[in-house]
């Protein structure tokens, strides 16, 4: 049998061998020298060019068959996969080892990071493969962001990807009010490997200086080779003189791949992580609110929020089409929901940069909407505004009801749900079962579950509907918070103190020590990591 390695470049040179092989066999036909003609008048014409063409065609066919045979491995898990496209050195030496040390030490570390890539592991390795790379860059963003989405470093660095803005923007990655490419996992991904094969290429192929270049920058890189070049001395990473993060960087890779590829050695485990696609993407023609995605697909706003980071708002852009990543087991269920879905008035938004003169009134006037309105959106406590801020004005179009139902679930305030016990809906004239649902922040599934209906069922006028059955329930602060779009994983600096952190991201002190469980100022040290909610317009 044939038998093929999984890694695609393998597999095409080996399918390559067959195929020539195949071609050569056709253009080796039979030479008669012999006058057999009274002999074969019923055998089929060997020498004629159908006849070697069906045959070609059959075994052809076969080959095929026998290749998707042997192609289609299944792996028992995603670890698995990516152990089977391992292309990096395996090196040994003081730095990698006390990496690996380190790792065998916080199993609860890798348990945490491994669990968060569940969401993305997949997809990111799918196209490491397609694009023939060393498989182990697939963990890259374990170490660059611990894979996650809204990361942002003090460098300004953001996604699991970490990339700076002019970086970003030079590989395609869009940055303006509504969205951040650099937080789109697929689309960084896609100029996370681009930016990769340019820096192999630029450093001759060897992919240790070329992530080396990814994490200090390649004119740095250059730098170190050329110094080294004119002293006499060897250019390859291990040679060069590096900051010292960049020192570490490649040993941190090298290490967690050997922990990836042998855990039982080290004596840790790997969060089991199937080796299917974890989300699907599709595409819309209009913008659409998320918590209004959420609602249709049935999944939690978290959720939608984590597959979906590189959306600043809780909306989209009411311009152009989009791509909405929703888990594959709800994608079917999100389709219907939104092919079934009422056609409301169209959201309608606008920005509004402040200038001198400005106050709430005249702005709401001037955009036909209320002063409630415009401080519900955009989170104003009062109606202090500054110069330069940048506002999100909702049209006329937009109800206060229906859009601060939104504004609760996406932010929050530690508001109490309505009613203890049975809560009930009275049907009124022109109710229908999402409507309901959006007002009550539910689903449909669930209100059809709790009235034993179908989602097709006709409402009349003064029925009575149960929405919740739930007892009393406070809206954890913290946890709402998450569902918002600009948590920040925030790593303390030398020379960084809760105040500066705190002025420089307009936050209080206060909620900074909150989000963090942490008693007082003095518990922050370098190197610890801090949880931030912090409004778009204060990240950059």
Known sequence: MIMFNRHPSLRLFTLSLVLFSLSACNLLKPQSTTDTSGLTDSLPDFESDEYHLEQRANLEDKIVEEVNKVTEIEYVDIWARIRSGYGLPTVSNAKVDAHLKWYANNQTHLDRVTERSQRYLHYVVSEMESNNMPLELALLPMIESTYNPFAYSRAKAAGIWQFVSGTGKSFGLKQNWWYDGRRDVVASTDAAIRYLQRLHAMFDNDWLLALAAYNSGEGRVRRAIEKNRRAGKPTDFWSLSLPKETRSYIPHLLALSQIIRTPEIYNVSLHDIPNDPYFTMINLDAQIDLMQAARLADIDLTELQHLNAGYNRWLTSPSGEHVLLVPVADAENFTNQLDNMPKLPPISWSEHKVVKGDVLGTIARRHKTTVDAIKSVNRLKNNNIRIGQVLLVPSAAI????????????????????GAGAQYHNVRSGDNLWTIARRYDTSVKSLTRLNNISAK????????????????AIVDKTVVAENGLHKLVYQIQSGDTLYSIANRFRLSTKDILSWNSVKDAS??????????????QHIN
């Open 523 to 536: 518990y922050i040290h370098p190197g610890q990591s801090l949880t931030l909610y912090v409004h778009e």
């Open 457 to 472: 069922t006709l409402l009349k006028p003064g029925q009575k509907l149960l929405v919740s059955n739930k007892s009393n």
């Open 399 to 418: 109800t206060m009801p229906e859009y601060t139902s939104s504004e609760d679930l996406m932010y929050g305030y530690g508001k109490k749900k309505p």
